[in-house]
């Protein structure tokens, strides 16, 4: 909302918000895959994978309106203008991005909202990162159509063991200075920020399930040497 509170929607009667909606929706586009035909869940589950494409209160959309038919086949610029909800603004300060992080869980330094999908108009002296770096754009403007909006060819996040670096890519230009310069896409590295202490593979979720086992292991060959195990 504009006051920067969670907007409440209601789904079938119920009113859901915040982390409580995403939960809604991911429930809603499971049953729409998995639910047997005929089923009345899945048929408005359906239906409301539809609106979550295109709906002025589906949280993946967020917009007043979708004006693809508008911008196709009418000239007015008006009627084409798409309004974006309040989020778009507010991402930009910290406290609203803390309450983000803090209604998921996703507490500490280290953590941050990755927004994809929405084109930095960085020839405009736009920023992908966001909040004092609560939030990170990237993804908006690999394609040549957005190019002339953003200047650039958007962006890219890399995580790895050490941390997060942003690589902002330059437009693609012609297979002949692509061949000349032996490098099709030029793209520039920005340093986000490092781990405090790098990352291994004991430290990932398949590391932990890893250990888990190595320490079974372990009980078992001690059980088998001191003849609890007999083979």
Same mark, same amino acid.
């Given at each position: &909302?504009?006051?920067? @509170?969670? /907007? ?18 991911? !429930? ?27 709906? #002025? $209160?589906?949280?993946?959309?967020? /917009?007043?309106?979708?004006? +693809? ?9 008006? %009627? ?19 309450? *983000? ?9 280290? @953590?941050? %909202?990755? &927004?994809?999908?929405? #084109?930095?108009?960085? %020839?405009?002296?736009?920023? #992908?990162? /966001?909040?004092?770096? =609560?939030?990170?754009? *990237?993804?908006?403007?690999? @394609? ?5 909006? +953003?200047? *650039? ?11 997060? !670096?942003?690589?902002?890519? $330059?437009?693609? !230009?012609?297979?002949?200075?692509? %061949? ?6 030029? @793209? ?19 590391? /932990? ?8 292991? =372990? ?6 040497? *001191? ?5």
């Amino acid at each position: &909302n504009e006051d920067g @509170s969670f /907007k409440h929607v209601k789904i079938r009667g119920k009113e859901y918000w915040g982390r409580k909606l995403l939960d809604k929706a991911d !429930q809603l586009i499971r049953t729409a895959y998995f639910d047997e035909e005929g089923e009345d869940d899945k048929e408005f589950a359906m239906d409301y994978i539809w609106y979550m494409w295109c709906g #002025p $209160e589906a949280p993946l959309f967020d /917009k007043d309106k979708m004006a +693809t038919f508008e911008r196709y086949f009418l000239e007015d610029k008006k %009627i084409q203008k798409e309004k974006k909800g309040y989020y778009y603004t507010l991402r930009n300060r910290e406290d609203i991005c803390d309450q *983000i992080l803090d209604e998921f869980g996703a507490l500490g330094p280290h @953590s941050h %909202i990755i &927004n994809g999908h929405v #084109p930095v108009k960085t %020839i405009q002296g736009e920023q #992908p990162m /966001k909040a004092n770096g =609560k939030l990170f754009v *990237i993804d908006g403007g690999f @394609s040549k159509a957005y190019q002339p909006e +953003t200047g *650039i060819a958007g962006y890219t996040l890399v995580y790895h063991s050490h941390g997060m !670096q942003l690589v902002q890519h $330059e437009p693609f !230009q012609s297979r002949q200075k692509a %061949i000349e310069e032996g490098l099709d896409i030029k @793209s520039t590295n920005f340093v986000l920020e490092f781990n405090s202490q790098r990352m291994m593979v004991k430290d990932t979720d398949k590391g /932990k399930e890893l250990v888990t086992q190595i320490q079974d292991l =372990k009980k078992l060959l001690v059980a088998y040497r *001191i003849g609890l195990i007999k083979y």
